[in-house]
Protein backbone atom coordinates (compact mmCIF):
# COMPACT_ATOMS: atom_id res chain seq x y z
CA UNK A 1 0.00 0.00 0.00
CA UNK A 2 1.41 3.14 -1.08
CA UNK A 3 -0.34 5.43 1.43
CA UNK A 4 -2.42 7.37 -0.73
CA UNK A 5 -5.08 3.68 -0.95
CA UNK A 6 -3.42 2.48 -4.01
CA UNK A 7 -2.08 -0.96 -3.85
CA UNK A 8 1.31 -2.28 -4.94
CA UNK A 9 1.84 -5.50 -6.67
CA UNK A 10 5.69 -7.14 -6.52
CA UNK A 11 7.07 -9.58 -8.62
CA UNK A 12 8.44 -13.23 -6.51
CA UNK A 13 11.00 -13.34 -9.37
CA UNK A 14 12.89 -9.96 -9.87
CA UNK A 15 11.14 -7.75 -7.08
CA UNK A 16 8.97 -5.51 -9.41
CA UNK A 17 6.54 -3.41 -8.42
CA UNK A 18 3.18 -2.98 -10.08
CA UNK A 19 0.32 -1.32 -9.87
CA UNK A 20 -1.84 -3.41 -11.61
CA UNK A 21 -2.53 -7.01 -10.59
CA UNK A 22 -3.23 -8.05 -14.68
CA UNK A 23 0.48 -6.12 -15.76
CA UNK A 24 1.84 -8.24 -13.20
CA UNK A 25 0.39 -11.44 -14.50
CA UNK A 26 1.67 -10.54 -17.53
CA UNK A 27 5.29 -9.86 -16.12
CA UNK A 28 5.62 -13.25 -14.32
CA UNK A 29 4.18 -15.13 -17.24
CA UNK A 30 7.50 -13.85 -19.29
CA UNK A 31 9.83 -14.81 -16.79
CA UNK A 32 7.96 -18.35 -16.94
CA UNK A 33 8.74 -18.24 -20.65
CA UNK A 34 11.90 -17.55 -20.68
CA UNK A 35 12.91 -20.02 -18.31
CA UNK A 36 10.73 -23.10 -19.85
CA UNK A 37 12.66 -21.59 -23.33
CA UNK A 38 16.21 -21.67 -21.59
CA UNK A 39 15.59 -25.04 -20.25
CA UNK A 40 13.93 -26.34 -23.04
CA UNK A 41 17.15 -24.71 -25.06
CA UNK A 42 19.36 -26.83 -22.54
CA UNK A 43 17.59 -30.22 -23.38
CA UNK A 44 17.86 -29.46 -26.75
CA UNK A 45 21.11 -28.81 -27.05
CA UNK A 46 21.56 -31.94 -24.86
CA UNK A 47 20.25 -33.92 -27.23
CA UNK A 48 22.12 -32.61 -30.13
CA UNK A 49 25.53 -33.58 -28.53
CA UNK A 50 24.32 -36.82 -27.68
CA UNK A 51 23.57 -37.12 -31.75
CA UNK A 52 26.26 -35.98 -32.64
CA UNK A 53 28.42 -38.21 -30.65
CA UNK A 54 26.14 -41.03 -32.15
CA UNK A 55 26.97 -40.29 -35.37
CA UNK A 56 30.47 -40.39 -34.66
CA UNK A 57 30.45 -43.30 -33.25
CA UNK A 58 28.68 -44.57 -36.11
CA UNK A 59 31.05 -43.33 -38.77
CA UNK A 60 34.17 -44.55 -36.83
CA UNK A 61 32.66 -48.28 -37.00
CA UNK A 62 32.18 -47.75 -39.98
CA UNK A 63 35.66 -46.97 -41.09
CA UNK A 64 37.13 -49.42 -39.01
CA UNK A 65 34.94 -52.16 -40.45
CA UNK A 66 35.34 -50.87 -44.00
CA UNK A 67 39.45 -51.47 -43.42
CA UNK A 68 38.82 -54.60 -41.40
CA UNK A 69 36.91 -55.52 -44.65
CA UNK A 70 39.85 -54.49 -47.04
CA UNK A 71 43.01 -55.69 -45.27
CA UNK A 72 40.40 -59.31 -45.11
CA UNK A 73 40.70 -59.22 -48.96
CA UNK A 74 44.34 -57.90 -49.11
CA UNK A 75 45.31 -61.20 -46.83
CA UNK A 76 42.67 -63.01 -49.16
CA UNK A 77 44.29 -62.09 -51.86
CA UNK A 78 47.81 -62.29 -50.93
CA UNK A 79 47.45 -66.10 -49.55
CA UNK A 80 45.28 -66.83 -52.82
CA UNK A 81 42.05 -67.25 -50.81
CA UNK A 82 40.29 -64.47 -52.81
CA UNK A 83 38.16 -67.05 -55.26
CA UNK A 84 40.39 -65.64 -58.45
CA UNK A 85 41.34 -68.76 -60.59
CA UNK A 86 44.63 -70.76 -59.73
CA UNK A 87 47.17 -71.95 -62.47
CA UNK A 88 45.55 -72.74 -65.63
CA UNK A 89 43.90 -68.80 -65.15
CA UNK A 90 46.72 -67.01 -64.29
CA UNK A 91 48.69 -68.86 -66.56
CA UNK A 92 46.31 -68.09 -69.88
CA UNK A 93 45.68 -64.37 -68.18
CA UNK A 94 49.36 -63.99 -68.34
CA UNK A 95 49.82 -65.73 -71.64
CA UNK A 96 47.51 -63.09 -73.35
CA UNK A 97 48.97 -60.18 -71.60
CA UNK A 98 52.36 -60.98 -73.59
CA UNK A 99 50.65 -61.24 -77.07
CA UNK A 100 48.86 -57.95 -76.07
CA UNK A 101 52.43 -56.55 -75.37
CA UNK A 102 54.03 -58.45 -78.60
CA UNK A 103 56.01 -60.83 -76.67
CA UNK A 104 54.70 -63.62 -77.66
CA UNK A 105 52.94 -64.72 -81.01
CA UNK A 106 49.73 -66.03 -81.42
CA UNK A 107 50.81 -69.19 -82.35
CA UNK A 108 52.96 -69.65 -79.45
CA UNK A 109 50.17 -69.10 -77.50
CA UNK A 110 47.89 -71.29 -78.88
CA UNK A 111 50.75 -74.08 -78.93
CA UNK A 112 51.65 -73.55 -75.00
CA UNK A 113 47.90 -73.26 -74.13
CA UNK A 114 47.38 -76.84 -75.73
CA UNK A 115 50.60 -78.23 -73.73
CA UNK A 116 49.27 -77.01 -70.60
CA UNK A 117 46.09 -77.83 -71.22
CA UNK A 118 47.48 -81.35 -71.75
CA UNK A 119 49.97 -81.31 -68.57
CA UNK A 120 46.96 -80.35 -66.54
CA UNK A 121 44.53 -83.61 -68.00
CA UNK A 122 47.34 -85.66 -67.10
CA UNK A 123 48.23 -84.46 -63.51
CA UNK A 124 51.92 -84.16 -64.62
CA UNK A 125 54.60 -80.96 -64.41
CA UNK A 126 55.85 -80.28 -68.31
CA UNK A 127 59.30 -80.19 -67.17
CA UNK A 128 59.92 -76.18 -68.61
CA UNK A 129 60.95 -74.89 -65.73
CA UNK A 130 62.97 -77.53 -64.80
CA UNK A 131 66.68 -77.87 -64.39
CA UNK A 132 68.89 -81.34 -63.96
CA UNK A 133 72.65 -81.71 -63.03
CA UNK A 134 73.20 -79.12 -60.92
CA UNK A 135 74.39 -81.57 -57.68
CA UNK A 136 76.25 -83.22 -60.07
CA UNK A 137 78.05 -80.31 -61.34
CA UNK A 138 78.69 -78.68 -57.71
CA UNK A 139 80.50 -82.04 -56.61
CA UNK A 140 82.84 -81.80 -59.89
CA UNK A 141 83.59 -77.99 -59.05
CA UNK A 142 84.05 -78.29 -55.03
CA UNK A 143 86.66 -81.23 -56.02
CA UNK A 144 88.76 -78.45 -57.88
CA UNK A 145 88.27 -75.82 -55.27
CA UNK A 146 90.89 -74.90 -52.68
CA UNK A 147 90.62 -71.58 -51.27
CA UNK A 148 88.75 -71.05 -48.52
CA UNK A 149 86.27 -74.21 -48.29
CA UNK A 150 87.14 -77.17 -45.94
CA UNK A 151 84.59 -79.40 -46.34
CA UNK A 152 81.27 -79.31 -48.19
CA UNK A 153 78.19 -81.99 -47.92
CA UNK A 154 75.44 -82.28 -50.51
CA UNK A 155 72.37 -83.59 -51.05
CA UNK A 156 71.15 -86.27 -53.23
CA UNK A 157 70.58 -85.45 -56.64
CA UNK A 158 67.53 -83.05 -56.97
CA UNK A 159 66.01 -81.23 -59.92
CA UNK A 160 65.71 -77.29 -59.47
CA UNK A 161 62.41 -76.17 -60.24
CA UNK A 162 61.11 -72.41 -60.72
CA UNK A 163 58.09 -70.40 -61.40
CA UNK A 164 56.16 -70.33 -64.46
CA UNK A 165 53.56 -67.83 -65.62
CA UNK A 166 51.11 -69.83 -63.60
CA UNK A 167 51.97 -69.92 -60.09
CA UNK A 168 54.22 -67.12 -60.49
CA UNK A 169 54.08 -65.01 -57.08
CA UNK A 170 52.49 -67.74 -54.60
CA UNK A 171 54.39 -71.13 -56.00
CA UNK A 172 56.92 -71.75 -54.12
CA UNK A 173 55.73 -74.03 -51.68
CA UNK A 174 54.70 -76.46 -54.64
CA UNK A 175 57.96 -75.72 -56.40
CA UNK A 176 60.17 -76.90 -53.77
CA UNK A 177 58.17 -79.75 -52.67
CA UNK A 178 59.05 -80.83 -56.87
CA UNK A 179 62.77 -80.39 -56.06
CA UNK A 180 62.08 -82.39 -52.73
CA UNK A 181 60.14 -85.22 -54.63
CA UNK A 182 62.29 -84.97 -57.74
CA UNK A 183 64.81 -86.64 -55.33
CA UNK A 184 63.02 -88.87 -53.46
CA UNK A 185 62.26 -90.48 -57.01
CA UNK A 186 65.56 -91.35 -58.12
CA UNK A 187 66.26 -93.34 -54.98
CA UNK A 188 64.79 -96.87 -54.95
CA UNK A 189 64.38 -96.70 -51.02
CA UNK A 190 61.33 -94.24 -51.44
CA UNK A 191 59.96 -96.54 -54.51
CA UNK A 192 57.52 -98.23 -52.29
CA UNK A 193 55.93 -95.02 -50.90
CA UNK A 194 56.15 -93.31 -54.59
CA UNK A 195 54.81 -96.40 -56.73
CA UNK A 196 51.82 -94.35 -57.85
CA UNK A 197 53.69 -90.64 -58.13
CA UNK A 198 56.53 -91.88 -60.53
CA UNK A 199 56.55 -88.60 -62.34
CA UNK A 200 56.48 -84.95 -61.24
CA UNK A 201 52.97 -84.21 -60.40
CA UNK A 202 51.59 -80.30 -61.98
CA UNK A 203 50.54 -77.81 -58.96
CA UNK A 204 47.42 -78.42 -59.23
CA UNK A 205 47.82 -82.18 -59.02
CA UNK A 206 49.53 -81.60 -55.82
CA UNK A 207 46.68 -79.29 -54.57
CA UNK A 208 44.90 -82.28 -54.76
CA UNK A 209 47.02 -84.51 -53.06
CA UNK A 210 47.04 -82.22 -50.32
CA UNK A 211 43.21 -82.34 -50.25
CA UNK A 212 43.33 -86.10 -50.43
CA UNK A 213 45.90 -86.05 -47.21
CA UNK A 214 43.50 -84.06 -45.58
CA UNK A 215 40.52 -85.95 -46.11
CA UNK A 216 42.59 -88.85 -44.46
CA UNK A 217 42.47 -86.54 -41.45
CA UNK A 218 45.97 -84.94 -41.46
CA UNK A 219 46.37 -80.82 -39.56
CA UNK A 220 42.84 -80.63 -39.64
CA UNK A 221 43.04 -76.94 -38.34
CA UNK A 222 45.26 -76.16 -41.69
CA UNK A 223 42.51 -77.74 -43.54
CA UNK A 224 39.79 -75.74 -42.11
CA UNK A 225 41.97 -72.08 -42.72
CA UNK A 226 41.99 -73.27 -46.55
CA UNK A 227 38.04 -74.46 -45.98
CA UNK A 228 39.74 -77.87 -47.53
CA UNK A 229 40.20 -76.80 -50.63
CA UNK A 230 43.29 -75.76 -52.69
CA UNK A 231 42.13 -77.18 -56.32
CA UNK A 232 41.48 -73.98 -58.29
CA UNK A 233 43.19 -71.65 -56.08
CA UNK A 234 46.50 -70.04 -56.08
CA UNK A 235 46.60 -70.52 -52.06
CA UNK A 236 50.29 -70.17 -50.60
CA UNK A 237 51.19 -73.74 -48.91
CA UNK A 238 53.82 -74.16 -45.83
CA UNK A 239 55.29 -76.46 -43.98
CA UNK A 240 52.32 -77.95 -42.50
CA UNK A 241 51.04 -78.57 -45.97
CA UNK A 242 54.66 -80.01 -46.97
CA UNK A 243 54.49 -82.45 -43.64
CA UNK A 244 50.77 -84.18 -44.29
CA UNK A 245 51.24 -84.69 -48.09
CA UNK A 246 54.92 -86.61 -47.42
CA UNK A 247 53.70 -88.61 -44.60
CA UNK A 248 50.55 -89.20 -46.50
CA UNK A 249 52.49 -90.67 -49.10
CA UNK A 250 53.95 -92.92 -45.95
CA UNK A 251 57.37 -90.92 -46.10
CA UNK A 252 58.81 -90.18 -42.85
CA UNK A 253 59.64 -86.37 -42.41
CA UNK A 254 59.68 -84.11 -39.40
CA UNK A 255 59.25 -80.71 -39.20
CA UNK A 256 61.59 -78.28 -36.98
CA UNK A 257 60.74 -75.06 -35.81
CA UNK A 258 62.91 -72.19 -35.27
CA UNK A 259 61.04 -69.86 -33.49
CA UNK A 260 63.30 -67.20 -32.86
CA UNK A 261 66.85 -66.18 -33.61
CA UNK A 262 69.79 -67.98 -31.46
CA UNK A 263 72.55 -65.29 -32.16
CA UNK A 264 73.56 -62.25 -32.56
CA UNK A 265 71.50 -59.89 -34.69
CA UNK A 266 68.56 -61.30 -35.68
CA UNK A 267 70.92 -64.56 -36.71
CA UNK A 268 70.02 -68.41 -36.39
CA UNK A 269 73.17 -69.95 -35.85
CA UNK A 270 71.34 -73.21 -34.62
CA UNK A 271 69.49 -73.35 -37.97
CA UNK A 272 72.94 -74.20 -39.83
CA UNK A 273 73.90 -76.28 -36.97
CA UNK A 274 70.96 -78.72 -37.70
CA UNK A 275 71.34 -78.93 -41.05
CA UNK A 276 75.29 -79.47 -40.89
CA UNK A 277 74.90 -82.38 -38.35
CA UNK A 278 71.83 -83.54 -40.46
CA UNK A 279 73.89 -84.20 -43.70
CA UNK A 280 76.99 -84.68 -41.35
CA UNK A 281 76.08 -87.89 -39.52
CA UNK A 282 77.67 -90.99 -40.91
CA UNK A 283 80.22 -88.85 -42.60
CA UNK A 284 82.70 -87.84 -39.92
CA UNK A 285 86.03 -87.11 -40.99
CA UNK A 286 87.09 -88.58 -44.64
CA UNK A 287 86.65 -86.29 -47.99
CA UNK A 288 86.53 -82.89 -48.61
CA UNK A 289 83.14 -83.13 -50.37
CA UNK A 290 81.02 -85.60 -49.53
CA UNK A 291 77.92 -86.24 -51.84
CA UNK A 292 75.59 -88.07 -49.37
CA UNK A 293 72.10 -90.25 -50.13
CA UNK A 294 70.49 -87.31 -48.10
CA UNK A 295 67.18 -85.89 -49.75
CA UNK A 296 67.54 -82.02 -49.47
CA UNK A 297 65.67 -80.06 -46.92
CA UNK A 298 62.48 -77.66 -46.91
CA UNK A 299 63.06 -74.30 -45.54
CA UNK A 300 59.99 -71.92 -44.92
CA UNK A 301 59.36 -68.74 -43.67
CA UNK A 302 57.51 -65.60 -43.79
CA UNK A 303 56.13 -65.21 -47.30
CA UNK A 304 58.72 -67.85 -49.34
CA UNK A 305 60.41 -71.15 -49.14
CA UNK A 306 63.41 -72.83 -50.64
CA UNK A 307 65.05 -75.64 -50.73
CA UNK A 308 69.08 -76.54 -49.02
CA UNK A 309 70.63 -78.92 -51.23
CA UNK A 310 73.79 -78.86 -49.32
CA UNK A 311 76.32 -77.60 -46.61
CA UNK A 312 80.08 -75.26 -46.50
CA UNK A 313 82.15 -75.31 -43.51
CA UNK A 314 84.40 -73.09 -44.39
CA UNK A 315 88.39 -72.83 -43.07
CA UNK A 316 87.55 -70.39 -40.58
CA UNK A 317 84.80 -72.12 -39.16
CA UNK A 318 81.43 -70.17 -40.45
CA UNK A 319 79.03 -72.15 -42.49
CA UNK A 320 77.30 -71.20 -45.94
CA UNK A 321 74.06 -73.20 -46.41
CA UNK A 322 73.62 -73.90 -50.77
CA UNK A 323 69.28 -73.13 -51.22
CA UNK A 324 67.85 -73.54 -54.69
CA UNK A 325 65.52 -70.74 -54.81
CA UNK A 326 61.98 -71.03 -57.13
CA UNK A 327 62.89 -67.54 -57.91
CA UNK A 328 65.94 -67.90 -59.80
CA UNK A 329 65.45 -69.24 -63.33
CA UNK A 330 66.21 -71.56 -65.92
CA UNK A 331 69.00 -69.24 -67.64
CA UNK A 332 70.42 -68.74 -63.99
CA UNK A 333 70.60 -72.33 -62.93
CA UNK A 334 71.96 -73.32 -66.07
CA UNK A 335 74.85 -71.05 -65.49
CA UNK A 336 75.49 -73.27 -62.72
CA UNK A 337 76.34 -76.69 -64.75
CA UNK A 338 79.32 -74.61 -66.46
CA UNK A 339 80.89 -73.55 -63.49
CA UNK A 340 83.62 -70.72 -63.90
CA UNK A 341 86.63 -71.86 -61.15
CA UNK A 342 86.59 -68.70 -59.83
CA UNK A 343 82.80 -69.57 -58.54
CA UNK A 344 81.02 -66.74 -58.91
CA UNK A 345 78.41 -68.31 -60.29
CA UNK A 346 78.22 -70.18 -57.06
CA UNK A 347 76.50 -66.72 -55.04
CA UNK A 348 72.87 -67.63 -56.52
CA UNK A 349 73.14 -70.57 -54.23
CA UNK A 350 75.01 -69.47 -51.07
CA UNK A 351 73.35 -67.96 -47.89
CA UNK A 352 75.81 -67.34 -44.67
CA UNK A 353 74.56 -66.75 -41.19
CA UNK A 354 74.04 -63.34 -42.02
CA UNK A 355 72.23 -63.22 -44.60
CA UNK A 356 68.97 -65.45 -42.81
CA UNK A 357 67.24 -63.19 -40.48
CA UNK A 358 63.58 -63.74 -40.85
CA UNK A 359 62.12 -63.93 -37.35
CA UNK A 360 60.94 -67.41 -37.54
CA UNK A 361 62.43 -70.78 -39.86
CA UNK A 362 60.89 -74.17 -40.08
CA UNK A 363 61.74 -77.00 -41.95
CA UNK A 364 60.67 -79.80 -43.23
CA UNK A 365 63.30 -82.82 -43.35
CA UNK A 366 63.12 -86.48 -44.64
CA UNK A 367 64.71 -89.11 -42.70
CA UNK A 368 63.29 -92.84 -44.04
CA UNK A 369 59.50 -94.21 -44.55
CA UNK A 370 56.52 -95.41 -42.67
CA UNK A 371 54.41 -98.60 -41.84
CA UNK A 372 50.90 -98.11 -42.01
CA UNK A 373 50.64 -97.95 -38.60
CA UNK A 374 53.36 -95.37 -38.32
CA UNK A 375 51.38 -93.76 -40.68
CA UNK A 376 48.22 -94.03 -38.70
CA UNK A 377 49.89 -92.99 -34.97
CA UNK A 378 51.54 -90.11 -37.00
CA UNK A 379 47.76 -88.68 -38.43
CA UNK A 380 46.32 -89.13 -35.12
CA UNK A 381 49.24 -87.03 -33.62
CA UNK A 382 48.36 -84.07 -36.43
CA UNK A 383 45.68 -83.55 -35.10
CA UNK A 384 47.27 -81.79 -32.08
CA UNK A 385 51.13 -81.15 -32.98
CA UNK A 386 53.07 -81.75 -35.54
CA UNK A 387 55.44 -79.67 -35.04
CA UNK A 388 58.86 -79.63 -32.53
CA UNK A 389 60.07 -76.30 -30.97
CA UNK A 390 63.74 -75.09 -30.67
CA UNK A 391 64.36 -73.48 -27.74
Not at 150 to 162: C, E, I, P, Q, Y
Not at 235 to 262: N, V
Not at 357 to 386: F, M, P
Amino acid sequence: DTGDGEQLYECPMCSLTCTNIQILEEHVDLHLEEHNFSEGGNIRDLELAQQLQTEEDERQRSEEEKREREEFKKLQRQYGLDNSGGFKQQFLKNMEREVDRGRMQPFEYHKRKADMMESLAYGIDDGKTKTSGVIEALCKYYQNENKDVKRVWLSAGVDHFHSSLGDRGWGCGYRNFQMLLSSLLQNSFYNDCLRDTTLIPSIPKIQSMIEDAWREGFDPHGASHFNNRLHGSKAWIGACEIYSLLTSLRIKCQIIDFHKPTGPMGTHPRLFEWILHYYSTDHEGGAKVVCTSKPPIYLQHQGHSRTVVGIEEKKNKSLCLLLFDPGCSSQQMQKLLKQNSDGTGLRLLQKFVGSLKEKQYQIVAVDGILSLEEKAARCRASQVLTSERIP
